[in-house]
Structures are given as structure tokens and as C-alpha cells.
């Protein structure tokens, strides 16, 4: 069955902080205000495009903090996604946790609302108070029980790189989101965007931003982590768009279009190593054999775990699937 996620983004719409990193508009590249009957069309427009037969569709309202809303606003949006409630498996949103209490669960619930993800971002609180985050990790606990308690699937986001956060800071929140048991996460490398406070830090030198190398070796790390405690990794890194990969609007920091394969090839690598450094003799020709469908992975990015071998170990590396 062929999966579908229907995102409608509602950049910054429902959260009254400005927190150091966010631009939503550059995040998402949307720039417009969204309606109830925008988000309608929105829905029409793609079930009359799409094939959609024996497949799943999930409706996904990102970008914000939608619990944050004027509450006629949220049932306004819900009640949209619910006249689809024949053709989609779930309707998702993303929020903050300070923005989860009864009255909320209660309209999440009318509507059916499936999954709930909220920014928990780190675990820190003097990391979550540096970048303006206006709530507490406590926060992220109580929002999560209640999530769980109302039989909703619960979603973590977490951020790599945050200003004021370490290596060992950002793996302490891994420990963390896996302590609160979330059924998926995504991660995301913190980029420095045009327009924002973090680019201010960043110019005055007060803010230096992981490289791609350290947020990919930090992302494996998670990824492998959540991986072994039954956690969904949903997504690693920002999605790109042509607002995001406009000249000038990435200041600096770990963006790359192909963050997540960087990070699953990084897997691979080390699994790959192990194999050759248990070899007396390492040079030459080493077949590898991968699961159906990770070749791409085992190779690398453009050949990265291959070009890492050969120069390293003078080792010709070919991949198979088995």
C-alpha cells in the first residue's frame, strides 16, 4: 500500500515566540495566509490528481504551532480535514508542548486527530531558554502523557546544534525522547537562516554552527539509538524547497539536500569497517552484501563510502544485495 502525506503548512500562525533559529516562511516557502477553504482546496485539488487507490493518505498540518490558534480557528481547519474522513487514514499536526491541556485533547479528539507531534527540540533547559523557546522540558513530559493517555500517537521533534548546545547536550535529549517512549521523531541539523536572531549570533561570533560532518556523525548516533528502542525516525534534516535554497537565505550550518542519505550512509560505513579491519590483509577488492534496496546507502552519496575505502584502505568496494 502506497503511502501519501498531505502536508498544509501554517507558517508561524498560533505561536507568539521568536525563537532565535525560526523563519518559518524560509522553512516551509510558503508566504501566504491560509484559510479553512484554501486548506479545502488544497485537499480537493490533490484526490483529483492523485491515484489513491489502495494506498494511505494522512492530512498534516505543519509549520506552526496549531494548538496555539484561536480555538475556532483549529475547528475550523479540523473540520475541513474531517469531510475527507472516507478517504484519508489520519489527519497529523504539529505544536508546542506548553500548548497541550484538556480543551485541546478534547477537540483533538472529536476530530480524530491521529498523531501529535510536538517541538520538544532539546531536553535542556538553559539550551531551550537561550533560544528563546518559551517552555520547559517538564513541559514536553506533561504534554507527552497526555497525548499517549488520550490514546493519540505521539511525535518528538528534536534539534541538533541549538545555541548553547553540546554533542553531549544533544545526545542527553536522545536519552531523553527515549525515556518519554514517542512512537516516531524526526531530527533537524539547526540551520542558520537570513532574518533571524541566530544570524546575529552567528555574525558576531558568538554562534558557531555544527559542520555537516559533526551534525551527520550526531544524527547517525540518534538514528541508531531511537532505531534500537523501537523509534521511528520519520525524518533527518530540513526538507528543501526553492524558498530555503534561494541565494543567501541558508547563512550557515549543516544544510544539505541529501542530509538524511549522508547520515544512513555513515551507517553503513561503520558496518562496512568493521568487516575489513577484522581482515589480516585489507587491500584489494572487498564484496559487500547490503539488504534489498540499501545499495544506494552502502555506496554512499555520490560514491562517499566507496571513495572512503579506496583512499583509506586502497580497498575496491562492491556491493551487493542479498
Known sequence: MRKYNLPVFIPHRGCPHDCVF???????????EI???????????????????????EIAFFGGSFTGLEFDTQEGFLSVAAEFADRISGIRLS??????DADIIRLLKKYNVTTVELGVQSSNDKVLAKNSRGH???????ASEMIREAGISLGHQMM???????????????????????SCVRIYPVVTLRDTALEKLYNDGVYEPYSVELAAELSKKALIAFRENNIEVIRIGLHSSDELETDGNVVAGPYHQAFGEIVES?????????????????SGELLYFCKKGDVSKAVGHKGM??????????????????
Not at 563510502?305 to 583512499?311: A, P, V
Open 136 to 142: 520547559s522540558f517538564e513541559n514536553v513530559k506533561k
Open 35 to 57: 484559510t479553512p477553504e484554501y486548506v479545502r482546496i488544497l485537499i480537493n485539488d490533490f484526490f483529483s490528481t492523485i491515484n489513491t487507490e489502495n494506498s494511505d493518505v
Open 160 to 182: 541538533l546544534g541549538m545555541y548553547g548546545s553540546t554533542p553531549d547536550t544533544d545526545m542527553q535529549t536522545v536519552r531523553d525522547i527515549i525515556d518519554l517512549s514517542p
Open 95 to 100: 505544536t508546542r508542548p506548553d500548548y497541550i
Open 266 to 282: 555513515l551507517i553503513y560505513r561503520d558496518m562496512i569497517e568493521k568487516e575489513i579491519s577484522g581482515k589480516e590483509e585489507s
Open 305 to 322: 563510502n566507496k571513495i572512503y575505502f579506496r583512499e583509506k584502505y586502497g580497498v575496491n568496494l562492491k556491493i551487493r544485495e542479498r
Open 22 to 32: 525560526c523563519n518559518q516562511r524560509k522553512i516551509t516557502g510558503v508566504d501566504t
